[in-house]
């Protein structure tokens, strides 16, 4: 790129002159209300152009779980397109304006299914049933002008048609079998087993171009037509290479889609591979693209709108010396004699690591992290580097999941403290424009301002704090983020700073090394040391804060999940006193073990000279805080081993003293039907009550009761 090096802003200084998002309300956000607002998922519609629909998430009636739902965003108001208490899973635009998506719905009451059907919303009339299997189906695409649909599914190994496979599958059932015999690696993936099925792709010919059709037009304004039943889609299995399915692009004119798997490897346990797929009834075999060696893997992009390239993703993998880098390909592989070009990088001088979207046959329109913000770029594939068409510094959006649309370009926008809402974004101009937003929008307490200080090492590092709007000095709660490839510059609804600064508490969201939208080099100078200036940075951050005289220096408490947790166990053993208490949350303990026993083969080499200077475990007698320890049993990214080894060590090896009665002050909250991230209403209730409550009672001396609802 050829702007100048960054230099931060000022402190305390964020330019508001950008479209602000959704209304303010008067009350602050407690935590009851962060958890019941129905939240916008993102947007779907036909690339020719269109109505424009959004997922959008609410409570059940029983106000336990929640429903995903369809919404159309039409110009002042938004239309429920779909109801009752089951799900929308995977949803496509037909050009018609018609709908096919994925539900577990059954029959006229809407009940639940154990598998997910294939389900058509037509423009006027009922959603209607197009088919289902058992295993139901996974994401759905619409090609070759709605006439193709495809559809990705598991199918039993021995099957080799879906009537086979209904049979197999339902011996299997009535046989009570359980076991998955594997033979490659991983053998479950964040939250969920994986097998017995193997996912393929699986692809039917609609009986009309138009999926959406309707018998007759309306007879009067006020009347609905009723839409003729659906013929029965037949599916058909393309032929697929071998290796695990773990992404997939269909070229618009439905000819073939580019498939990505996962392959073990002479040195590695995984490896990935691009195909090019026959999705035709020729059913040609499968020809291969790219494969990824020790040194690279590729990822599988979107095919362009006149079916001849496709992007690509070519990630540098870590080992001991080498740092994850992301760099975006075009491949050609839809000539006129079908054959494929070798990969030309793409805005190779664009130091960011872009989400991109072909706007036309040559154009793209891409998303990045941006300087602790997000920003959406566009330029050509021939390119040296894109232009930035909104965000970065001088606005604090981030933009995600970009659709092109007759032209238009349509996203989500969000801010550390404003939900997700749609937005349009002029091609031409950048100029973003909200749209009817589904969702509940929601107030965030206090202010937001920019911190900047220097790293260790010079370098200039940055962070958002909230800050309550009581006069201080205010306790401060510093939360770090996961990844370790991230930012804090979105909304979450899982670390949402807004119940603790409503409680009074000002929050920290430091972006240290190793955080993205800053340019490879923050990447490189924390990966190899993920104690070293990750740690740093995030200090310089705090002491910077608590300089200010709205802050109690002497009221601090760290919290945070995954390489957030990481870095809170490495805190704990490295500051002594410095944070009065300390919260890990699905967090890197021991970093050998972790290694043989993630699903992430990536980390065990990458970490292995790491381990005897970076491994928190090795520090846990120097642990002198109280500290909550959160962990779900279905997390297999980090598996729940950690959580167990952590709180062991903390009873049997920290210095921290014991509460007056002789008891531990260190607390296990553990969920035993959770994975990673804590998903279910009511243990995400208590999870925020958790941790506020031992936050305040640590920080400010507060008497703190756990829920009742905790047992």
């Known amino acids: 790129m050829t702007e100048p090096p960054y230099s931060p802003a000022a402190p305390d200084t964020v330019d508001a002159a950008v479209p602000e998002g959704p209304a303010a309300q008067d009350a602050s956000t407690p935590i009851t209300e962060l958890l019941d607002a129905s939240r916008f998922g993102g947007l779907v519609a036909a690339r020719s152009g ?30 429920t397109l779909t109801r009752g208490p089951a799900s929308v899973g995977s949803v496509a635009a037909a050009a018609s304006g018609a709908l096919v998506f994925t539900s577990k719905r059954t029959g006229e009451d809407g009940s639940e299914a154990k598998d997910a059907g294939l389900w058509i919303l037509p423009v006027r009339g009922e959603a209607r049933r197009l088919a289902e299997r058992p295993g139901g189906f996974g994401s759905v695409v619409l090609a070759s002008e ?18 086979e496979h209904a049979e197999l599958a339902k011996a299997r059932t009535e046989a009570k079998v359980s076991g998955i015999l594997h033979a490659g690696f991983p053998t479950r993936y964040w939250d969920h087993d994986l097998g017995p099925f193997r996912q393929t792709l699986a692809v039917a010919r609609c009986a009309s171009p138009d999926p959406g059709a309707v018998s007759a037009p309306l007879s009067t304004p006020a009347a609905r037509s009723i839409p003729e039943a659906p013929a029965p889609l037949s599916f058909a299995y393309p032929a697929m290479p071998d290796g695990r399915l773990t992404g997939w692009s269909v070229a618009p004119n439905g000819t073939f889609a580019v498939v990505e798997v996962e392959v073990p490897a002479p040195g590695a346990l995984q490896t990935s591979q691009l195909w090019k797929v026959d999705l035709t009834e020729a059913c040609a075999a499968p020809v291969l693209l790219l494969a990824g060696d020790l040194e690279y893997d590729w990822s599988v992009g979107e095919v362009s709108p006149d079916s001849i390239r496709v992007l690509a993703t070519r990630t540098r993998r870590r080992n001991p010396t080498t740092t994850l880098r992301q760099d975006l390909f075009v491949l050609e592989v839809g000539g006129a004699d079908g054959t494929a070009r070798a990969p030309a990088p793409v805005w190779e001088k664009g130091d960011r690591w872009f989400s991109a979207t072909w706007f036309d046959e040559a154009t793209l329109v891409a998303t990045s992290d941006d300087l602790g913000r997000g920003a959406v770029w566009t330029g050509a594939i021939t390119d040296e580097e894109p232009r930035r068409l909104t965000g970065g510094p001088g606005q604090r959006f981030h933009y995600a999941g970009l659709v092109v649309t007759g032209g238009r370009v349509v996203a989500g926008a969000s801010a550390v403290d404003v939900p997700p809402f749609p937005v349009e974004i002029d091609p031409g101009t950048g100029e973003v424009t909200p749209l009817t937003n589904p969702a509940t929008e929601l107030t965030a307490p206090g202010s937001m301002h920019e911190v900047v200080a220097t790293g260790k090492d010079g370098t200039a590092v940055r962070a958002w704090l909230r800050v309550p709007e009581a006069e201080g000095p205010h306790p401060l709660l510093v939360m770090v983020h996961g990844g370790p490839w991230g930012s804090w510059n979105a909304w979450t609804w899982r670390w949402n700073p807004n119940p603790f600064v409503a409680a009074g508490f000002a929050v920290l969201l430091p972006d240290p090394a190793i955080s993205t939208g800053y340019g490879q080099d923050m990447i490189d100078r924390g990966e190899l040391e993920l104690g070293g200036a990750p740690y740093t940075d995030i200090l310089a951050l705090v002491d910077q804060t608590v300089a200010r005289p709205d802050i109690d220096e002497e009221r601090t408490a760290l919290a945070g999940g995954s390489y957030g947790g990481y870095m809170a166990n490495w805190m ?33 080499a990458a970490m292995r000279e790491q381990i005897a200077v970076y491994s928190p475990h090795r520090f846990a007698s120097a642990i002198e805080v109280p500290m909550l320890v959160i962990h779900g049993d279905r997390d297999y990214r980090v598996p729940i081993s950690q959580g167990h080894e952590l709180w062991f060590d903390l009873l049997t090896k920290s210095a921290t003293p014991l509460a007056a009665d ?24 208590v999870w925020y009550e958790a941790v506020l409550g031992f936050v305040n009672e640590k920080v400010n001396g507060e008497t703190w009761e756990k829920p009742a609802t905790l047992g």
């Open 50 to 79: 269109g109505p424009v629909f959004a997922t959008v998430s609410a409570l059940d009636s029983a106000g336990t779980g929640r429903v995903t739902r369809i919404v159309q965003l039409d110009e002042e108001s938004t239309s």
């Open 146 to 163: 709605d006439s193709v649909l495809v559809t990705e599914v598991g199918v039993h190994t021995h099957a080799s048609s879906e009537e």
């Open 572 to 604: 704990a053993g490295h500051t002594k006193n410095r944070f009065r208490c300390i919260v890990t949350h699905a967090s890197l303990w021991n970093v050998d073990s972790m290694g043989r026993t993630t699903d992430n083969e990536s980390w065990e």
């Open 662 to 685: 002789g008891s531990t002050q260190h607390r296990y909250l553990y969920f035993p039907d959770e994975g990673h991230w804590i998903l279910g209403r009511g243990n995400a209730q």
